[in-house]
Structure formats: structure tokens, C-alpha cells
């Protein structure tokens, strides 16, 4: 099975494998920051049942702002930031201006579909019974 | 028994530590230091691309640089392991209790302004309001003070709010985007008179010239994540030269908790910052320099008076992002300036604002990722290609004492001042403000801008004003006398009636020279 670290990962980073020493960086945060985190069953069941982890935290932070899970993804974004293997992700090195033009329609379609998706997994899987949520 | 002591080392402790040379001086101070941050040597972006795992670096080993994401960030330039000792210590020591201000307090040495833009702005008379002084009494200590420092920037529209240094250093390089920003205003400079709207090179006191030993600036983008970059002016830099040229006697290590004063003199009591130990300094004149809120605590204690509020104003702060469209998915300029690289003043009536432009190469992108109204994964590409675009205009509002806004000490021997401020935003004068950046084709959106918390501006003062008529303990003569005392003086942000919209540094630096410099000369 996925570990928490690996889910949120390849939430965010799809095609790249987590390289080594980062899930530990992770759990050393998640203990840190974490302890008592009101997020941590919700964070859980979407690790157990693979879940989308993007599309339930867009849904929960446009309607109840940051949380839980905003943060985790966010920690877990600034650990990759920092390691130059995820430069090209953050940093643009490199002209591309009708790319980001054209991508821009997409972004708004992914985004539209992301909150759908996130919708559904509310109402499915029941996740308004989580605490916090 | 010293001639003076001086409490803290921030730019009015050091200013005045200039001003009293040839005395016996002594500096009581926290002190606290920077951590040694050997890997940051060069360009950031430089290192992130060359140096596989940079998380020790610029989030620490214990990973403290992941703290601002579970609490309200002051300022994001405060969160990173090379920056945090800025404000460490403080909310055990000097707290600050409140629901509606987040204090920023420095026990480090150089104070707050290790973290500072760097702003240099000359006061007009208008801007000093109350106080009981003319710029004509504070221009020669502004020119020894810049003389010090070194300041860059150019005389252009601002000249006439910012005044004249006698060796202005060229100003920082602009960015693409911001010349090309000035570039459009300065085609449409007519327009934006007729708005009482300006816009000039920043003023700074950043070094692009070699001055006093000190390199000039190296556009490495390190501000975030590391204090004491030598090209911009810390307090701590004329501190050590004091130090080493045996100036001062330096007594790191030490919170002034009360002081006694007496016919001859003043009894100062300090603990020190492990608080097992205490100690009583003694000498002839005490200059307080530990920051409005501090300098106030200390006001307080000394009298045992937990029941009077004393006033406190911070220039609250609004962020405007300011994008570009012509530069979205440019390449974005990894060795532009990190610090402001333009000025913007707007006249509305009465009122003045101010305000800095500062690329958006400072912080890390994972920072800002959550405001935006996009899944995560999105947010990141859209952060990507916009970074080269956006522009980040740091608005100053300009603040008088009011009744709602207060410090008082509570009375259980803690130490701790409660706090309460109330502010609110001027939505119209946003509204108009972004409206004169569309003339520049820049989008701006009112929904989009950010306001801190109150105490977010760190720019504190008025709890001990400098006033011509004075009513009660907690006032300040124009000689920098605290009333009711014979021996006290204040070289803070405390001493400010009203704060303009202009960072004060620069002006409590000088007045702090100028009460150092007439006490030198009583003493003599």
C-alpha cells in the first residue's frame, strides 16, 4: 500500500518517482507539525481508499479555506521546492510564453473538473462525517 | 558608573551609540545572532538548480522553515532558518498577548530592521506632524547618517518626497518587468500628476557602489533566507565596528526589565536571557533604543503602572499583485533585485500613501501556492508562468494614535503587554489605485489584494511620543527626555506622534543621533 507521502506526491507530481530521502523529510514534519492534526483521518481514508487528495483539498479550501490537508500538500510541495530535481516545475528557466497562453484554457477546464471530482467524493464517500470537514 | 547606557541595537541604539562617541558607553542587549549559513554563497536560483537537496539550507535540519505554514506568518521574509533569529526568543521573553495585532519583536542584534525593506525616506515637516522638531534641525544627522549607511536610489518624480542625499549611489537594476513598467509611466507621466500619483527609482540604503568596506549588492536573491547581506544596511555592521574600535562596552545577553531614576543617575535592572541571573547597571544618562513596543514595556515597569494604556501605531499594509500579461510565460529573471526596485507615492487629499514594488523572485513559490483559486497541481503551473509577470506593490497606509488601538502591561509581574488594534482598509483609494495600474497595462485586481493582520506593517511606534506640550509620564520632550524622568531618553520608533506612511527608520536614526549628539554634549 501507498504511504501518506507517496500519495501526496504523486498527487502533485504524477510521472516523477519520489526520490530517496524525501518521504523521510516528510514523516520528520508530520510529526513535528502534525501531532493532534484534526485532518489526520480524513488524510487517512483518502490514503487507504486512493482518493484523490488534490480534487477533496480544492473543494475543502474554496469552501472552508485552508486546512489539514492544504497543509500537508503544501509542506510536501515546499520539501520538492527546495531539490533541484523539481526545479523545472517551480523555476521558468526558459521562454515559453504560447505555452502558458495555451495552457491557460486547460487550467480552467482542469480546475472545473478537480472540484467536480472533488464534489463527487464528498457525496460519495461520505467525507462530510470527518471532523474538521 | 558609565556615562550612558544604551538599551538595544537596533538603528536608533546604534545611531545613538554614534552620537555619544568619546564617552563611556555601555549597550545592554539581547543580541541574539544569525545562524552561520555556510552553503549560501551564491544566487539562489544558482543553488537550487546545482545543489540536489537545499532543505537544510533553506528550511533547516529541523525543518523550521515548514513553521510559518501552521501559524499567521508576520512576514514571510521572518520564516526561513537564516531569518528566524530575527524574531526568536521574543514571544517568551517580551510577549505580546493580543487578538487582533501580531506584534513583531527583535531580540537580535540589529532589532527588527535585520529583516527590513531598507526603505530611506526623509521626513517632510508634514510628515513629522507633531513632533516637536524641524527637518531644517534633523538634515545635517540625516546626511551623517547616509553618509554612514550609503543609500542608492536617483532624483526623479520623488525627489520632492523623498528628498535630497548629498551621495546618492545609483539606483538597484530593474527588472524586464519593472523597466518596463517605468518605462510606461514615464509616457504617461501626465496622467498620473494630474492623480497625484508618482512613481520613482527605490531609495534604499543598499549599497550598488563599495562603501566603508562593504560590498555592493549582488543580486543573489537571498533576502528570504539570509540576514546580513553586506550590501544592505544592518545595524549590526556600525555595532561591530563600535565593538572593535572599543566605542562601547557591549553587554550582550541582557533584557532591561526596569530602571530607577535617580538625582545622579539611572539604575537600570536587566535579567538575563536565560533569565537566571540578574544585574544592575548603573550610569549617568539611559538612552532606550529597544523598539516602540519594548521601550514601552520598559516605561511601564519602571512605574509599576498596569493600568494606563499607552497608544501604538504600525503603518498597516496592503499587497497588490500587479501581473503583466505581455510577460506570462517569459523566462523569469533568477539575478534580478530581491529588494524594492521602484517607489510609488499617491497624494489623496490630506493623506499620503507609499508604497514598494518588489519582484516576485523572493519567497519560495510553495508559499503562495494555496492563494490562488486553483487546484494545487494548477496552481503551480500558473505560478510558474506568471512568477516572471507579477509584481508585488507593498502599500503603506499612513496612521494616527487612536483611542481603539492601545499597549497596556498586566500586572502579574510577567512582563506582558496586552494589546488591541483595530484598522480597515480604504477600498475606494485601492480601487483607484488599481486603476492606475491598468493605464500602465498591468491587471490588478481589488479581490486579489492581501491585507495583513494589524502589527504586519512592523512598523511600530507613538507609545511614548515626542510632544511640545506634555501631559503625563509617558510623554517625550524635543530633546528626547522622557517627561518625569531626569535621566531617560528615547531613541525608538516610540517617540513618533503619528507614523506617515514612510518607513521611519531612516528619521528615528537621525533623531536618534541628534538626542545622542546634544547629550554627548551635556555630558561633556
Redesign the interface.
Known amino acids: 500500500m501507498l504511504s501518506e507521502a507517496a500519495v501526496l506526491h504523486r498527487?502533485?507530481f504524477p510521472k516523477t518517482a519520489m526520490p530517496p530521502?524525501l518521504e523521510a523529510?516528510y514523516l520528520?514534519?508530520r510529526d513535528?507539525?502534525f501531532a493532534n492534526d484534526p485532518a489526520a483521518p480524513l488524510v487517512a481514508y483518502i490514503v487507504e481508499k486512493r482518493l484523490d487528495p488534490?480534487?477533496v483539498?480544492?473543494v475543502l479550501?474554496?469552501r472552508r479555506g485552508?486546512n489539514g490537508l492544504?497543509?500537508r500538500?503544501?509542506?510536501m510541495?515546499?520539501?520538492?521546492?527546495?531539490?533541484?530535481?523539481y526545479?523545472a516545475?517551480?523555476?521558468?528557466?526558459?521562454?515559453?510564453?504560447?505555452?502558458?497562453?495555451a495552457?491557460a484554457p486547460w487550467?480552467a477546464l482542469?480546475?472545473t473538473f478537480?472540484?467536480i471530482r472533488g464534489l463527487y467524493l464528498f457525496r460519495a464517500r461520505r467525507l462530510y462525517r470527518f471532523p474538521h470537514v | 558608573m558609565f556615562d550612558a547606557c544604551i538599551v538595544g541595537s537596533g538603528p536608533g541604539g546604534v545611531s545613538a551609540a554614534l552620537g555619544l562617541r568619546g564617552r563611556r558607553v555601555c549597550m545592554l542587549d539581547a543580541g541574539l545572532l544569525p545562524p552561520p549559513r555556510p552553503n549560501l554563497e551564491s544566487n539562489v536560483f544558482d543553488l537550487r538548480q546545482s545543489t540536489p537537496d537545499l532543505t537544510s539550507d533553506l528550511l533547516g535540519d529541523d525543518l523550521s522553515g515548514l513553521a510559518h505554514i501552521f501559524r499567521t506568518p508576520v512576514s514571510l521574509k521572518l520564516n526561513s532558518p537564516g531569518t528566524s533569529f530575527i524574531l526568536e526568543l521574543a514571544d517568551r521573553i517580551t510577549p505580546v498577548v493580543s487578538d487582533s495585532f501580531h506584534a513583531a519583536i527583535s531580540l537580535a542584534q540589529g532589532g527588527l530592521a535585520n529583516g527590513w525593506g531598507a526603505g530611506v525616506y526623509r521626513f517632510h515637516q508634514r510628515d513629522l506632524g507633531a513632533l516637536p522638531v524641524t527637518t531644517a534641525q534633523l538634515a545635517p544627522f540625516y546626511d551623517a547618517i547616509s553618509a554612514h549607511m550609503g543609500v542608492c536610489g536617483a532624483e526623479d518624480d520623488l525627489l520632492s518626497d523623498f528628498g535630497t542625499e548629498p551621495q546618492l549611489q545609483p539606483p538597484v537594476r530593474l527588472s524586464a518587468n519593472m523597466a518596463r513598467l517605468y518605462a510606461r509611466y514615464q509616457s504617461r507621466r501626465a496622467f498620473f500628476h494630474r492623480h497625484h500619483a508618482r512613481i520613482g527609482r527605490a531609495r534604499l540604503a543598499v549599497l550598488t557602489q563599495p562603501h566603508n568596506g562593504r560590498a555592493p549588492y549582488a543580486y543573489r536573491n537571498l533576502e528570504f533566507f539570509q540576514a546580513h547581506d553586506p550590501a544592505i544596511y544592518n545595524p549590526a555592521f556600525t555595532l561591530r565596528g563600535l565593538i572593535r574600535n572599543r566605542e562601547i562596552a557591549y553587554e550582550p545577553n541582557w533584557i532591561v526589565t526596569r530602571y530607577e531614576d535617580l538625582e545622579a543617575g539611572v539604575r537600570i535592572h536587566a535579567v538575563s536571557l536565560d533569565q537566571q541571573r540578574s544585574q544592575v547597571f548603573e550610569a549617568r544618562k539611559l538612552l532606550l533604543a529597544a523598539g516602540a513596543i519594548n521601550s514601552a514595556r520598559i516605561a511601564l515597569a519602571s512605574n509599576y503602572d498596569f493600568g494606563t494604556r499607552l497608544p501604538i501605531c504600525d503603518n498597516s499594509l496592503a499587497v497588490f499583485p500587479l501581473l503583466d500579461l505581455r510577460a506570462i510565460g517569459a523566462p523569469l529573471g533568477t539575478h534580478d533585485a530581491g529588494v524594492a526596485q521602484l517607489n510609488v507615492v499617491l497624494d489623496d487629499g490630506p493623506r499620503t500613501f507609499q508604497g514598494s514594488i518588489y519582484g516576485s523572485t523572493g519567497a519560495l513559490r510553495s508559499d503562495l501556492l494555496p492563494n490562488f483559486p486553483l487546484p494545487l497541481r494548477s496552481s503551480l503551473a500558473f505560478a510558474r508562468a506568471c512568477a516572471p509577470a507579477l509584481s508585488l506593490l507593498m502599500l503603506f497606509y499612513p496612521e494616527t494614535p487612536r483611542a481603539t488601538n492601545y499597549l497596556r502591561l498586566r500586572p502579574d509581574g510577567s512582563g506582558t503587554l496586552d494589546a488591541a488594534y483595530q484598522w480597515s482598509p480604504d477600498a475606494v483609494l485601492e480601487r483607484r489605485l488599481c486603476g492606475l495600474w491598468r493605464k500602465l497595462g498591468v491587471v490588478c485586481l481589488p479581490s486579489l489584494i492581501q491585507h495583513p493582520a494589524p502589527g504586519g506593517g512592523i512598523h511600530y511606534a507613538g507609545t511614548l511620543p515626542m510632544a511640545s506640550s506634555r501631559h503625563g509620564a509617558y510623554q517625550t520632550h524635543a530633546d528626547g527626555r522622557l517627561n518625569r524622568t531626569r535621566h531617560v531618553y528615547l531613541c525608538d520608533g516610540s517617540i513618533f506622534p503619528e507614523l506617515p506612511a514612510k518607513n521611519l527608520t531612516y528619521t528615528l536614526m537621525a533623531l536618534a543621533l541628534r538626542t545622542a549628539t546634544r547629550l554627548n554634549e551635556g555630558l561633556a
Not at chain 1, 77 to 85: D, G, I, K, Q, W
Not at chain 1, 89 to 101: D, E, K, N, P, T
Request: proline fraction near 0%.
Open positions: 498527487a502533485l530521502g523529510r520528520q514534519a513535528q507539525f488534490e480534487a483539498e480544492y479550501r474554496l485552508s492544504t497543509r500538500l503544501q509542506v510541495l515546499t520539501l520538492c521546492e527546495v531539490r533541484s530535481a526545479d516545475r517551480f523555476v521558468q528557466r526558459r521562454s515559453g510564453r504560447f505555452l502558458a497562453w495552457g487550467l482542469r480546475a478537480k472540484f
